[in-house]
């Protein structure tokens, strides 16, 4: 597994996202960076989770609004119950200067004393193909063990979706079984993938 350079001292437990600069990153790897989510990438997320193509990787499929964004950030990320993080690529433009700029999001969700809920999702289309998945799900899995002290990370695929399942799976993630008939917001019914990773599987034994 690819090492990974924390490049800032990782939050600590109870302080809040929202009193994060933009360009503080948490973690590199490569030309890939994370960093915490922010109020203002409100309406970024707005417009990711409205990309039909992110839409219908979700259970959750009505529209996003700057509103409710920007409720569930002060309400879940601000007090601390969910942990989501913006991944920026780095890229050097024609005249040398380098600009990092979002392509994808990823979140640990529902975190318990020793467990929590993964999920992500590549939100600028140019990004799509390009392996970044994998890394998103490996750099936030990473913060999940030595941040929050997770010992396990779980997540939801629908057997429909191959390209995420093999992400999950590239990053370490196993099949732990089926849950059959999973009922969308939109009324749709699908069998989902459930997976888990451990923490003594991913490789990390600190505390």
């Known amino acids: 597994m690819q090492h990974l350079v924390l490049t800032h001292r990782l939050l600590q437990w109870g302080i809040t996202m929202e009193r ?31 990309n039909p ?17 920007q409720r569930y950030f002060h309400e879940k990320v601000s007090s601390g119950k969910v942990a989501q993080f913006i991944f920026c690529e780095e890229r050097i433009g024609e005249n040398g200067t380098r600009q990092d700029v979002p392509i994808g999001c990823a979140v640990l969700d529902d ?44 997540c939801r695929i629908f057997e429909d979706n191959p390209a995420s399942l093999k992400g999950y799976e590239r990053a370490g993630f196993r099949i732990a079984g089926i849950l059959p008939g999973v009922e969308c917001t939109d009324g749709a019914r699908k069998d989902m993938y459930f997976l888990r990773l451990k923490r003594e599987d991913y490789g990390y034994e600190g505390k």
């Open 20 to 50: 994060q600069e933009n360009n503080t990153y948490l973690a590199e790897d490569g030309n890939l960076k994370m960093r915490p989510l922010t109020l203002e990438d409100s309406q970024l997320i707005v417009d990711w989770r409205n």
């Open 111 to 154: 975190i318990h004393p020793q467990y929590a809920e993964c999920g992500d999702w590549i939100g600028e289309d140019t990004a799509i193909g390009k392996g970044y998945s994998a890394r998103m799900i490996r750099m936030t899995c990473d913060y999940g063990f030595r941040v929050l002290g997770l010992s396990d990370v779980v």
């Open 53 to 69: 193509r992110v839409q219908k990787r979700y259970i959750y499929r009505e529209k996003f609004t700057m509103e409710g964004q």
